[in-house]
């Protein structure tokens, strides 16, 4: 079976038949991870806020411009209530602090700034974006495994624009 077609099943298993196939790796308020294989993880929303939490995501991951995308896990197929992405090793497995010094996240001189705008421009959850958790490696390196939590204004406006 090809990958499209893999992730097409996928996207239609109920949230039972995932938790009883794959392996779970964590969990948020809203959403669950499991794993698919060595290279996929799938996103399952647990409530309508997980599906936002989804739907933002996506919209970051395909409206980040090149210079923001890099610092995104790439994903590889999306569905309100599920999203599949690339595996990567969180962070969190690795470091125990709580949160992450985004002056040192990244080697780029360039990469402070950049999640600065990444986080205002998408209108992202800072506290969020510092979290430990939220952060993974992937093609060695550092990349954010968790970027669908929005700031109050974000939830209003993402809310009131999209309808979500």
């Avoid at 002056?103 to 950049?114: F, L, M, Q, W």
């Avoid at 209108?123 to 700031?151: F, K, P, R």
């Amino acid at each position: 079976m090809d990958e499209k077609m893999m992730f097409k099943n996928i996207c239609n298993l109920s949230n039972s038949e995932i938790a009883q196939r794959y392996t779970f790796l964590g969990e948020g308020l809203c959403r669950e991870v499991y794993s698919i294989n060595d290279d996929y993880v799938v996103k399952v929303a647990k409530l309508d806020d997980g599906s936002y939490q989804n739907r933002v995501e996506n919209h970051v991951y395909t409206h980040a411009t090149k210079d923001l995308l890099k610092y995104l896990c790439p994903i590889v197929w999306f569905k309100p209530n599920r999203i599949i992405m690339r595996r990567a090793i969180p962070l969190s497995s690795l470091i125990k602090d709580k949160y992450i010094d985004l002056k040192t996240i990244r080697p780029e001189k360039e990469s402070y700034a950049d999640l600065n705008k990444l986080t205002n421009n998408f209108m992202l959850l800072a506290d969020d974006i510092i979290s430990t958790s939220s952060w993974g490696i992937y093609n060695n390196e550092n990349v954010l495994i968790d970027y669908g939590c929005t700031s109050y204004l974000g939830d209003t406006l993402y809310t009131l624009f999209y309808n979500w």
